[in-house]
Every structure is written in C-alpha cells, then in structure tokens.
C-alpha cells in the first residue's frame, strides 16, 4: 500500500518544521582550480533540505530531518552532523543496500563557467525513497512540510512521493516547495519543467528564482511567474541582488484552508550588499529564515529580511551551512528603516557582532 492510510490522524504537532530530501557528503576543494588540479579536499555535508532544517534549528526552531542513506560510514556522518545542529534525524531510514551520495565540487561559485560539480549519487539510498517506504506520521507532525524539486528529480518514486506527499488532504501541513531547478539531474526532455510546475502549483508556499524561472518554464518577470502559479498562498520570487518580490494572500503556518482567501500583497524587498565568500547554500539559508519569521508570524516584509540575512551569514563562509546571527541581533537589523538597510554591507564575521551598527560600514 503506498501513501498514508485513509483516516490515519495526524500526530500533535510538536515539531515546527519537517524537512524530506537527500543529504549528501559534499568535498570542498582546499584550494581554487579545476578538480583535476585540487590536492585535497575538506568533507562537509549538503543537502538543500537538511541545510534548511539545520538552519532552523541553529536558529532555536524544532526541526526534523527525514531521509534515507546507506548503512555506512558516510551515512553515519551525515545524520551525525545534522543531528549535532539540534535537528531531529529519528525518521531518517538507513539502506543495508545502497550507498550514501557524495559529491566534488571547485571552489568556484556556481554561477560562473569554471565551477564543476562530480557527483555520485545515482542509485543512492536516497533515490529509493517511495510513498511505501517513508513515515508519514512523522512527516506529517510538524506546523510546515518543506520539500523541494530535488528529490523529484533522483527517480519515479521519488516524484511519486512528492506528488502524494503534496496532494490535498485533510490535515496536511503547510507544505513549503523550493522549486531547486538542476538540469543535470533530470533525465532529458522537458519533463522537468512541467513536474516542477505542478508540483508548485500544489503547495502552500513556494520558492523560485526568477533566473531558474526562465530557464525551466521560459517564463521572465515575477508578476508572468505568478500567473503561471496562482495558487500557492505564497509565491516568494528570488531576483538576486535586486533583492525579492513576494505575492501573498495567505501568511499563517497551517492546512491550506487557513490560508486561502484575502486580498493578495505584493511586497518587494531590496537584497543587501554581501561580501560573498561562497555561494553555495544561500538559495537553502534564505528559505530557513523566511520559515523561521513566518512560524513566529512576522510581516511579509520582515520574513522577506529575515531571509536575506540567514543567507548573507552563508555567503560569508565557505561551507553550506554557518551559525545564523542571534535572534535579537537579527531582530534589530530587520526593524532598520529604509535607508538604514540600504546602507548595509556584510562580510565575513558579521553575525558575531553584538550590536547592529557593528555591521553598517558605508561603501
């Protein structure tokens, strides 16, 4: 039987955020250059949905993890690291016969022509996730479900599991979906673009850059990406430096009768001026703070900042993942006036500094 029981009750939320997807074991180069030239590389993890549950939970949240890895040691690195940022890996499933992926990449950012990737994820434990293999009471226990276009990506089943984990039902949780177009994972054809849709299309809150926007549906501006995915309560749309547009006519954390209706918002936040180390990781850290300002009910517009400073603390390290600024310290940046904002310039270091002004440096 796949999919949860018809009826089953929805365990008492005592869980804030839920997290599905693959985690990996990523390699970071010690130096710039091609693969082919680093002498050595340092070991991490990445994972775009345990990086936002990590997030979360360094930021004082209760937030779960479920996953599947391999019976092995690069699984038991994976589920001991995510569980030392005070994330909840009790769900996560171990395979006795498939691996954990791992993955190689350069230290250049992504966006530029020289950046490399080699990943070794094919048939992973991860790839094997199945609407009859995952736990539903627990996927299903926490005030937000985040999901992202990844796991649609590693196989049928995976996409069968997205499609029935975003299914409307009695019950379901706020379901949060990172669009997370990757090309490469796909299978060819255009396949990716129309799954990737609909499954936008089925969730509460979603998540896309205008860049990936255009380049899986063909589709430019944020107000031609709203059309095309009226239905989420939510529609945060990423545009880089320019900052972010949000369409909203919805904001609590809840099923997605508690959010329909009401006049819909749009609210454009200004993105702040980063010295960017790396990176990787900012598209996951920005999700994580936007959750974390919509579980304690902020404005649109605080969410929106909120976001923009977990991502700055990871452009600012090398890794996916860093310790977030201080709730108060965050609190007090995201109050800023217009112009105050404007004039901030983070770099790395910021988020252990005490007082706002520590971070304002004029250009």
Partial sequence: MSGPAAGTAVAATT?????????????????????????????GIGGAESNVACALAAAGHRAAWVGRVGADGFGDHLVETIASYGVDTSAVRRDPFRPTGIYFRTA????????????????????????????YEELFAGRILHLSGITAALSGDCLALLRELTAA????????????????????????????????????????????A?????????????????????????????????????????????????????THVPALRVDVVAAVGAGDAFAAGFLSATLRGLPVRDRVRHGHLMAAAVLTVPGDLTEPPARDHADRLVALGDDAWGTLRLGPGWTAADRASEEVRTP
């Fill in 108 to 135: 250049t950012d992504r966006g530029t022509d020289t950046h490399e990737v080699a990943y070794y994820r094919a048939g992973s434990a991860a790839s094997a996730m199945s609407p009859a293999n995952v736990p």
């Fill in 214 to 266: 255009e380049e899986a549906w063909g589709i430019v501006g944020a107000e031609a990406i709203r059309a095309a995915v009226p239905e989420p309560s939510v529609l945060v749309v990423k545009r880089g430096s320019a900052g972010a547009t949000v369409f909203a006519s919805g904001l609590r954390p809840g099923p997605r009768s508690s959010n329909a209706g009401g006049a819909e918002v749009v």
């Fill in 15 to 43: 869980t804030d955020v839920v997290c599905l997807g693959e985690s990996m074991v990523t390699f970071l180069p010690s130096q710039p250059g091609r693969l082919a030239d680093v002498p050595s590389f340092g070991r």
């Fill in 169 to 212: 039902r009695p019950g379901r949780p706020l379901v949060s979906f990172d669009v997370n177009h990757r090309p490469h994972l796909w299978r060819g054809g255009d396949a990716d673009a129309s799954v990737l849709l609909e499954l936008a299309r089925r969730a509460d809150l979603v998540f896309v850059g205008e860049d990936e």
